[in-house]
T-cell receptor, first 114, second 113 residues
Framework: DAKTTQPNSMESNEEEPVHLPCNHSTISGTDYIHWYRQLPSQGPEYVIHGLTSNVNNRMASLAIAEDRKSSTLILHRATLRDAAVYYCILRYVFRGSTLGRLYFGRGTQLTVWP | NAGVTQTPKFQVLKTGQSMTLQCAQDMNHEYMSWYRQDPGMGLRLIHYSVGAGITDQGEVPNGYNVSRSTTEDFPLRLLSAAPSQTSVYFC????????????FGPGTRLTVL
């Protein structure tokens, strides 16, 4: 399974944009890039995912490099509630569906200062 | 819609005891899985199921059993608890459609003395 590399920690001030990087140099053509986050004492929650094109949703934006070897999760205006561990995960698509297996690394601990 | 529920929230066991962690989902999801999370680590997959009657091993299956008799429930059994199984356990589910989003339960914090 393709691996991802993320910084251990990042910091931001409230209401500033945050760019969380992820390297996935061994990504295959069928791997989707997923981001989940885990708030303190909670289970992970889905943030966003994409394959090749940049993606936006109400929580964040996902910018994917043209060669797909890296991606960046963008939080446009960080809030205190965004303080969490962010996981960048690759998924394998088989026969039109993933096998549902998520491989979590240690993720990036985001600290947001008021 | 309750989503994914887990019971109990906390549990303390003695070495050698057995117990079952319960997981249920009300979203009619085919896929369910169990993860464990140790301090400072990401989640590791224990077992998963792609539908009723079908289960398979993940990365760290030793010491755990699962079964899937219904779509809704996916219990995780610890046969003989060991201190190394002290961890937080998360259950997750997803549908088979293209959205691919996994929904996680709130977790069970297990301590084995």
């Amino acid at each position: 399974d393709a691996k991802t590399t993320q910084p251990n920690s990042m910091e931001s001030n409230e209401e500033e944009p945050v760019h969380l990087p992820c390297n996935h140099s061994t990504i295959s053509g069928t791997d989707y890039i997923h981001w989940y986050r885990q708030l303190p004492s909670q289970g992970p929650e889905y943030v966003i995912h994409g394959l090749t094109s940049n993606v936006n949703n109400r929580m964040a934006s996902l910018a994917i490099a043209e060669d797909r070897k890296s991606s960046t999760l963008i939080l446009h205006r960080a809030t205190l509630r965004d303080a969490a561990v962010y996981y960048c995960i690759l998924r394998y698509v088989f026969r039109g569906s993933t096998l549902g297996r998520l491989y979590f690394g240690r993720g990036t601990q985001l600290t947001v200062w008021p | 819609n309750a989503g994914v529920t887990q019971t109990p929230k906390f549990q303390v066991l003695k070495t050698g005891q057995s117990m079952t962690l319960q997981c249920a989902q009300d979203m009619n999801h085919e896929y369910m899985s169990w993860y464990r999370q140790d301090p400072g680590m990401g989640l590791r997959l224990i077992h998963y199921s792609v539908g009723a009657g079908i289960t398979d091993q993940g990365e760290v299956p030793n010491g755990y059993n699962v079964s899937r008799s219904t779509t809704e429930d996916f219990p995780l059994r610890l046969l003989s608890a060991a201190p190394s199984q002290t961890s937080v356990y998360f259950c997750a589910s997803k549908g088979t459609g293209g959205t691919d989003t996994q929904y996680f339960g709130p977790g069970t914090r297990l301590t084995v003395l």
